[in-house]
Protein backbone atom coordinates (compact mmCIF):
# COMPACT_ATOMS: atom_id res chain seq x y z
CA UNK A 1 0.00 0.00 0.00
CA UNK A 2 3.06 2.36 -0.25
CA UNK A 3 1.12 4.58 -2.66
CA UNK A 4 -1.58 5.41 -0.83
CA UNK A 5 0.51 5.90 2.75
CA UNK A 6 1.46 9.11 3.65
CA UNK A 7 -1.56 10.83 1.43
CA UNK A 8 -3.87 11.55 3.22
CA UNK A 9 -4.33 13.34 6.59
CA UNK A 10 -5.94 11.53 9.21
CA UNK A 11 -9.45 12.54 8.06
CA UNK A 12 -12.61 11.04 6.20
CA UNK A 13 -12.38 10.23 2.61
CA UNK A 14 -15.80 11.27 0.92
CA UNK A 15 -16.37 9.91 -2.64
CA UNK A 16 -19.73 8.68 -4.47
CA UNK A 17 -21.01 5.50 -3.48
CA UNK A 18 -21.40 5.00 -7.35
CA UNK A 19 -17.52 5.41 -8.06
CA UNK A 20 -16.65 3.53 -4.80
CA UNK A 21 -19.01 0.47 -5.86
CA UNK A 22 -17.70 1.10 -9.30
CA UNK A 23 -14.15 0.50 -8.98
CA UNK A 24 -14.71 -2.55 -5.96
CA UNK A 25 -15.94 -4.29 -8.84
CA UNK A 26 -13.83 -3.60 -11.68
CA UNK A 27 -11.14 -4.68 -9.65
CA UNK A 28 -12.41 -8.32 -8.70
CA UNK A 29 -13.68 -9.33 -12.14
CA UNK A 30 -13.84 -12.88 -11.47
CA UNK A 31 -13.54 -14.89 -14.76
CA UNK A 32 -14.87 -18.72 -14.94
CA UNK A 33 -12.32 -21.36 -15.17
CA UNK A 34 -13.29 -23.01 -18.67
CA UNK A 35 -11.17 -22.87 -22.20
CA UNK A 36 -12.91 -24.44 -25.46
CA UNK A 37 -9.95 -24.90 -27.86
CA UNK A 38 -6.18 -23.14 -28.45
CA UNK A 39 -7.30 -19.70 -27.40
CA UNK A 40 -7.43 -21.03 -23.91
CA UNK A 41 -4.07 -21.51 -23.96
CA UNK A 42 -3.33 -17.87 -24.59
CA UNK A 43 -5.57 -17.37 -21.70
CA UNK A 44 -3.76 -19.39 -19.04
CA UNK A 45 -0.65 -17.44 -20.16
CA UNK A 46 -2.34 -14.57 -19.59
CA UNK A 47 -2.99 -15.85 -16.16
CA UNK A 48 -0.24 -16.79 -15.47
CA UNK A 49 3.20 -14.95 -13.91
CA UNK A 50 4.35 -13.25 -16.98
CA UNK A 51 1.31 -11.29 -18.02
CA UNK A 52 -0.49 -12.11 -14.73
CA UNK A 53 -3.80 -11.02 -15.05
CA UNK A 54 -4.31 -11.06 -11.37
CA UNK A 55 -3.02 -7.49 -11.70
CA UNK A 56 -6.54 -6.57 -12.76
CA UNK A 57 -8.12 -8.42 -10.07
CA UNK A 58 -9.51 -10.94 -12.65
CA UNK A 59 -7.02 -13.69 -11.84
CA UNK A 60 -9.42 -15.90 -9.34
CA UNK A 61 -10.98 -17.99 -11.71
CA UNK A 62 -13.54 -19.36 -10.45
CA UNK A 63 -14.43 -23.21 -11.13
CA UNK A 64 -18.39 -22.59 -10.51
CA UNK A 65 -20.60 -19.85 -12.64
CA UNK A 66 -22.41 -18.83 -9.39
CA UNK A 67 -18.99 -17.45 -8.53
CA UNK A 68 -17.87 -16.02 -11.92
CA UNK A 69 -18.98 -12.26 -12.75
CA UNK A 70 -17.02 -12.59 -16.76
CA UNK A 71 -17.19 -15.39 -18.98
CA UNK A 72 -14.20 -15.55 -21.50
CA UNK A 73 -14.83 -17.62 -24.59
CA UNK A 74 -12.22 -18.82 -25.22
CA UNK A 75 -11.58 -21.13 -28.57
CA UNK A 76 -14.54 -22.15 -30.85
CA UNK A 77 -18.01 -23.39 -30.04
CA UNK A 78 -19.37 -25.75 -31.37
CA UNK A 79 -23.01 -26.61 -31.62
CA UNK A 80 -22.62 -29.58 -28.78
CA UNK A 81 -21.05 -27.26 -26.73
CA UNK A 82 -23.35 -24.14 -27.99
CA UNK A 83 -26.04 -25.16 -25.68
CA UNK A 84 -23.48 -25.36 -22.31
CA UNK A 85 -22.08 -22.18 -23.00
CA UNK A 86 -25.76 -20.39 -22.86
CA UNK A 87 -26.87 -22.67 -19.49
CA UNK A 88 -23.20 -21.39 -17.69
CA UNK A 89 -24.11 -17.87 -19.09
CA UNK A 90 -27.54 -18.26 -17.32
CA UNK A 91 -26.67 -19.76 -14.26
CA UNK A 92 -23.80 -16.55 -13.41
CA UNK A 93 -25.45 -14.18 -11.70
CA UNK A 94 -25.57 -10.31 -12.54
CA UNK A 95 -23.40 -8.31 -13.39
CA UNK A 96 -22.09 -10.53 -15.90
CA UNK A 97 -20.46 -9.92 -19.06
CA UNK A 98 -18.80 -11.53 -21.83
CA UNK A 99 -15.26 -11.33 -23.74
CA UNK A 100 -15.23 -13.37 -26.91
CA UNK A 101 -11.86 -14.37 -27.57
CA UNK A 102 -10.44 -15.38 -30.90
CA UNK A 103 -11.12 -15.47 -34.56
CA UNK A 104 -13.57 -18.48 -33.59
CA UNK A 105 -16.02 -16.80 -30.96
CA UNK A 106 -16.09 -13.87 -33.04
CA UNK A 107 -17.16 -15.32 -36.31
CA UNK A 108 -16.23 -18.85 -36.77
CA UNK A 109 -13.04 -18.08 -37.77
CA UNK A 110 -10.79 -20.76 -39.50
CA UNK A 111 -13.85 -22.73 -39.58
CA UNK A 112 -16.38 -20.26 -41.41
CA UNK A 113 -16.33 -22.37 -44.77
CA UNK A 114 -15.88 -25.94 -43.62
CA UNK A 115 -16.45 -26.43 -40.27
CA UNK A 116 -19.82 -28.14 -39.98
CA UNK A 117 -19.92 -28.30 -36.19
CA UNK A 118 -19.03 -24.82 -35.51
CA UNK A 119 -21.28 -21.90 -34.60
CA UNK A 120 -20.62 -18.97 -36.62
CA UNK A 121 -19.93 -16.61 -33.61
CA UNK A 122 -20.92 -17.03 -29.94
CA UNK A 123 -22.97 -13.92 -30.10
CA UNK A 124 -25.49 -16.21 -31.24
CA UNK A 125 -25.74 -18.05 -28.35
CA UNK A 126 -25.10 -15.35 -25.75
CA UNK A 127 -24.73 -11.52 -25.49
CA UNK A 128 -21.06 -10.53 -25.78
CA UNK A 129 -19.34 -7.34 -24.10
CA UNK A 130 -16.11 -7.03 -25.76
CA UNK A 131 -14.66 -8.99 -28.82
CA UNK A 132 -10.93 -9.82 -28.77
CA UNK A 133 -10.01 -10.42 -32.26
CA UNK A 134 -6.98 -13.06 -33.23
CA UNK A 135 -5.94 -16.59 -33.76
CA UNK A 136 -4.99 -16.89 -31.33
CA UNK A 137 -5.09 -13.22 -29.58
CA UNK A 138 -2.17 -12.52 -27.55
CA UNK A 139 -2.24 -12.25 -23.63
CA UNK A 140 -1.78 -8.50 -24.25
CA UNK A 141 -4.90 -8.27 -26.11
CA UNK A 142 -6.64 -9.92 -23.69
CA UNK A 143 -5.87 -8.01 -21.34
CA UNK A 144 -6.77 -4.94 -23.51
CA UNK A 145 -10.05 -6.82 -23.32
CA UNK A 146 -10.53 -6.91 -19.44
CA UNK A 147 -9.45 -3.17 -18.97
CA UNK A 148 -12.40 -2.67 -21.74
CA UNK A 149 -14.82 -4.61 -19.79
CA UNK A 150 -13.24 -2.43 -16.66
CA UNK A 151 -14.10 0.73 -18.72
CA UNK A 152 -17.77 -0.53 -18.80
CA UNK A 153 -18.20 -1.70 -15.71
CA UNK A 154 -16.86 2.19 -14.63
CA UNK A 155 -19.88 3.57 -16.59
CA UNK A 156 -22.53 2.01 -14.62
CA UNK A 157 -24.57 4.41 -13.20
CA UNK A 158 -26.91 3.66 -9.99
CA UNK A 159 -28.32 7.00 -9.64
CA UNK A 160 -32.46 7.24 -10.02
CA UNK A 161 -33.49 7.93 -13.63
CA UNK A 162 -29.57 8.92 -14.82
CA UNK A 163 -28.58 8.07 -18.26
CA UNK A 164 -25.70 5.46 -18.71
CA UNK A 165 -23.65 6.22 -21.91
CA UNK A 166 -21.42 3.65 -23.28
CA UNK A 167 -17.70 4.31 -22.67
CA UNK A 168 -15.59 4.34 -26.54
CA UNK A 169 -12.24 2.93 -26.87
CA UNK A 170 -10.16 5.34 -28.11
CA UNK A 171 -7.02 4.67 -30.07
CA UNK A 172 -5.03 6.21 -27.60
CA UNK A 173 -5.70 2.92 -25.36
CA UNK A 174 -7.79 4.96 -23.41
CA UNK A 175 -11.78 5.25 -23.57
CA UNK A 176 -13.72 7.88 -23.65
CA UNK A 177 -17.32 9.29 -23.15
CA UNK A 178 -19.00 9.38 -26.41
CA UNK A 179 -19.71 12.53 -28.28
CA UNK A 180 -23.27 13.39 -28.06
CA UNK A 181 -25.03 13.85 -31.32
CA UNK A 182 -27.39 16.92 -31.92
CA UNK A 183 -29.95 15.99 -33.55
CA UNK B 1 6.05 -61.40 -46.08
CA UNK B 2 5.82 -59.17 -48.88
CA UNK B 3 2.22 -57.72 -49.48
CA UNK B 4 2.21 -59.98 -53.16
CA UNK B 5 2.58 -62.92 -50.85
CA UNK B 6 0.26 -62.43 -47.89
CA UNK B 7 -2.20 -61.26 -51.43
CA UNK B 8 -1.40 -65.19 -52.50
CA UNK B 9 -1.63 -66.78 -49.32
CA UNK B 10 -5.25 -64.91 -48.94
CA UNK B 11 -6.49 -66.10 -52.47
CA UNK B 12 -5.59 -69.37 -52.23
CA UNK B 13 -7.70 -69.33 -48.46
CA UNK B 14 -10.40 -67.74 -50.14
CA UNK B 15 -10.83 -67.55 -53.79
CA UNK B 16 -10.47 -64.77 -56.35
CA UNK B 17 -13.92 -63.48 -56.10
CA UNK B 18 -13.39 -62.27 -52.27
CA UNK B 19 -10.54 -61.30 -52.88
CA UNK B 20 -11.15 -58.80 -55.69
CA UNK B 21 -7.16 -57.04 -56.25
CA UNK B 22 -3.63 -55.70 -55.41
CA UNK B 23 -2.03 -52.43 -55.76
CA UNK B 24 1.46 -52.97 -55.73
CA UNK B 25 3.10 -49.38 -57.09
CA UNK B 26 0.79 -47.54 -54.16
CA UNK B 27 3.45 -46.24 -51.96
CA UNK B 28 0.99 -48.61 -49.27
CA UNK B 29 0.30 -51.03 -51.27
CA UNK B 30 -3.21 -52.66 -50.65
CA UNK B 31 -5.34 -55.69 -51.00
CA UNK B 32 -9.05 -55.10 -51.73
CA UNK B 33 -11.42 -57.46 -50.42
CA UNK B 34 -15.17 -57.78 -51.32
CA UNK B 35 -17.38 -55.78 -48.68
CA UNK B 36 -19.49 -59.38 -47.40
CA UNK B 37 -16.04 -61.38 -47.21
CA UNK B 38 -14.59 -58.71 -44.78
CA UNK B 39 -15.44 -60.46 -41.75
CA UNK B 40 -13.87 -63.76 -42.29
CA UNK B 41 -11.23 -62.37 -44.15
CA UNK B 42 -10.15 -60.10 -40.88
CA UNK B 43 -10.51 -62.98 -38.72
CA UNK B 44 -8.11 -64.76 -40.88
CA UNK B 45 -5.46 -61.99 -41.03
CA UNK B 46 -5.37 -62.38 -37.27
CA UNK B 47 -5.26 -65.57 -36.26
CA UNK B 48 -3.12 -67.18 -38.88
CA UNK B 49 0.31 -68.09 -37.81
CA UNK B 50 1.77 -66.80 -41.30
CA UNK B 51 0.09 -63.50 -41.39
CA UNK B 52 -0.84 -62.83 -37.59
CA UNK B 53 -1.84 -59.36 -38.27
CA UNK B 54 -2.42 -58.79 -34.45
CA UNK B 55 -2.73 -54.50 -34.56
CA UNK B 56 -5.18 -52.71 -36.53
CA UNK B 57 -3.18 -49.32 -36.80
CA UNK B 58 -6.14 -47.71 -38.32
CA UNK B 59 -9.76 -47.94 -39.75
CA UNK B 60 -10.78 -44.81 -41.99
CA UNK B 61 -13.20 -44.18 -44.87
CA UNK B 62 -13.21 -42.69 -48.09
CA UNK B 63 -15.60 -40.65 -49.83
CA UNK B 64 -15.09 -40.55 -53.69
CA UNK B 65 -17.60 -38.31 -55.20
CA UNK B 66 -16.82 -35.22 -57.23
CA UNK B 67 -20.05 -32.76 -56.63
CA UNK B 68 -19.20 -29.77 -58.70
CA UNK B 69 -20.37 -30.52 -62.17
CA UNK B 70 -17.95 -28.78 -64.20
CA UNK B 71 -14.80 -30.73 -62.17
CA UNK B 72 -16.99 -33.86 -62.25
CA UNK B 73 -15.77 -34.76 -65.95
CA UNK B 74 -12.09 -34.74 -65.49
CA UNK B 75 -12.90 -37.15 -61.62
CA UNK B 76 -10.27 -39.82 -62.36
CA UNK B 77 -12.98 -41.98 -59.90
CA UNK B 78 -16.28 -43.52 -60.35
CA UNK B 79 -18.10 -42.27 -57.17
CA UNK B 80 -17.90 -45.01 -54.10
CA UNK B 81 -16.80 -45.06 -50.74
CA UNK B 82 -13.76 -46.82 -49.41
CA UNK B 83 -12.98 -48.40 -45.63
CA UNK B 84 -9.35 -48.79 -45.48
CA UNK B 85 -7.61 -51.19 -42.77
CA UNK B 86 -3.93 -50.56 -41.99
CA UNK B 87 -2.53 -53.37 -40.31
CA UNK B 88 0.97 -54.43 -38.34
CA UNK B 89 1.94 -57.48 -37.23
CA UNK B 90 3.95 -57.13 -34.00
CA UNK B 91 5.17 -60.75 -34.66
CA UNK B 92 6.18 -61.28 -37.74
CA UNK B 93 6.82 -57.47 -38.58
CA UNK B 94 5.26 -57.05 -41.67
CA UNK B 95 1.96 -54.49 -42.53
CA UNK B 96 -0.64 -54.96 -45.09
CA UNK B 97 -3.24 -52.55 -46.11
CA UNK B 98 -6.86 -53.95 -47.21
CA UNK B 99 -9.56 -52.23 -49.06
CA UNK B 100 -13.02 -52.74 -49.28
CA UNK B 101 -15.33 -50.19 -52.29
CA UNK B 102 -18.95 -50.15 -52.46
CA UNK B 103 -21.12 -48.18 -53.56
CA UNK B 104 -22.11 -44.71 -52.13
CA UNK B 105 -25.59 -46.06 -51.26
CA UNK B 106 -27.06 -49.03 -50.46
CA UNK B 107 -28.94 -50.55 -53.76
CA UNK B 108 -28.30 -47.02 -55.37
CA UNK B 109 -30.73 -45.30 -53.10
CA UNK B 110 -29.90 -42.03 -51.37
CA UNK B 111 -29.96 -42.17 -47.66
CA UNK B 112 -29.50 -46.20 -47.21
CA UNK B 113 -26.64 -46.71 -45.48
CA UNK B 114 -24.07 -49.00 -47.36
CA UNK B 115 -23.29 -52.01 -45.40
CA UNK B 116 -20.09 -53.79 -44.23
CA UNK B 117 -19.39 -56.20 -41.96
CA UNK B 118 -17.88 -55.42 -39.02
CA UNK B 119 -14.16 -56.57 -37.52
CA UNK B 120 -14.76 -55.16 -34.13
CA UNK B 121 -14.88 -58.60 -32.74
CA UNK B 122 -11.33 -59.53 -34.35
CA UNK B 123 -9.64 -56.23 -33.35
CA UNK B 124 -11.33 -54.54 -30.37
CA UNK B 125 -9.90 -51.40 -31.70
CA UNK B 126 -12.33 -51.40 -34.37
CA UNK B 127 -15.27 -50.67 -32.42
CA UNK B 128 -14.60 -47.03 -31.73
CA UNK B 129 -12.98 -46.74 -35.03
CA UNK B 130 -16.11 -47.88 -36.99
CA UNK B 131 -18.41 -45.88 -34.52
CA UNK B 132 -16.64 -42.55 -35.96
CA UNK B 133 -16.53 -44.11 -39.68
CA UNK B 134 -20.22 -44.27 -39.24
CA UNK B 135 -20.78 -40.66 -37.46
CA UNK B 136 -18.70 -39.02 -40.28
CA UNK B 137 -19.14 -41.02 -43.47
CA UNK B 138 -22.54 -43.13 -42.67
CA UNK B 139 -21.50 -46.63 -43.24
CA UNK B 140 -23.68 -49.30 -41.49
CA UNK B 141 -21.27 -51.96 -39.64
CA UNK B 142 -23.00 -54.76 -39.45
CA UNK B 143 -22.77 -56.42 -36.45
CA UNK B 144 -21.24 -54.01 -34.66
CA UNK B 145 -22.35 -53.91 -31.06
CA UNK B 146 -22.77 -50.14 -30.52
CA UNK B 147 -23.35 -48.61 -32.95
CA UNK B 148 -23.89 -44.96 -32.27
CA UNK B 149 -22.36 -41.42 -33.19
CA UNK B 150 -19.19 -40.93 -31.67
CA UNK B 151 -18.74 -36.96 -31.94
CA UNK B 152 -21.81 -35.64 -33.22
CA UNK B 153 -24.40 -34.91 -30.66
CA UNK B 154 -27.04 -38.55 -30.89
CA UNK B 155 -29.57 -36.05 -33.33
CA UNK B 156 -27.16 -35.04 -35.53
CA UNK B 157 -28.81 -35.03 -39.31
CA UNK B 158 -26.74 -36.21 -42.07
CA UNK B 159 -22.75 -37.68 -42.27
CA UNK B 160 -20.45 -34.50 -42.15
CA UNK B 161 -18.09 -35.93 -44.19
CA UNK B 162 -19.70 -37.28 -46.82
CA UNK B 163 -18.87 -34.93 -49.98
CA UNK B 164 -22.47 -34.05 -50.72
CA UNK B 165 -23.16 -33.23 -47.42
CA UNK B 166 -25.16 -30.11 -46.71
CA UNK B 167 -24.68 -27.78 -43.58
CA UNK B 168 -27.24 -27.52 -41.18
CA UNK B 169 -29.64 -24.55 -41.07
CA UNK B 170 -29.57 -24.16 -37.56
CA UNK B 171 -29.20 -26.35 -34.62
CA UNK B 172 -31.53 -26.26 -31.93
CA UNK B 173 -32.49 -22.72 -32.06
CA UNK B 174 -28.63 -21.82 -33.32
CA UNK B 175 -28.59 -20.31 -36.62
CA UNK B 176 -25.95 -22.43 -38.82
CA UNK B 177 -25.21 -20.15 -41.96
S1 LIG C 1 -9.38 -18.35 -32.93
FE1 LIG C 1 -7.64 -19.59 -33.62
S2 LIG C 1 -6.47 -19.99 -31.74
FE2 LIG C 1 -8.54 -19.35 -31.12
S3 LIG C 1 -9.71 -21.23 -30.86
FE3 LIG C 1 -10.04 -20.51 -32.96
S4 LIG C 1 -8.48 -21.59 -34.16
FE4 LIG C 1 -7.88 -21.73 -32.02
Sequence with gaps: MTWIEGRFE??????????????????SIWPMTFGLACCAIEMMAAGASRFDIDRFGAGAFRATPRQADLMIVAGTVTYKMASRVRRLYEQMPDPKYVIAMGACTIGGGPYFKHGYHVVKGVDLVVPVDVYVPGCPPRPEALLEGLMRIQDKIKSKRIGKGVRELLPVPHHSGYAQSPEHIQG | MTIQEIYQRLVDRFGADKITGINEKATDPWIEVAPAAIGEVAQFLKGDDQLALDSLNNLSATDFLETDAKLAAKFPYQPHTEVVYHLYSFRRKHRAVIKVKFDRWKNNEAGQLPEVPTVSHVWGIADWHEREAYDMMGIHFVGHPNLVRILCPDDWEGYPLRKDYEFPEEYHGVRGQ
Design chain 1, 10 to 27: ENVVTTTLEQAMNWAKQS
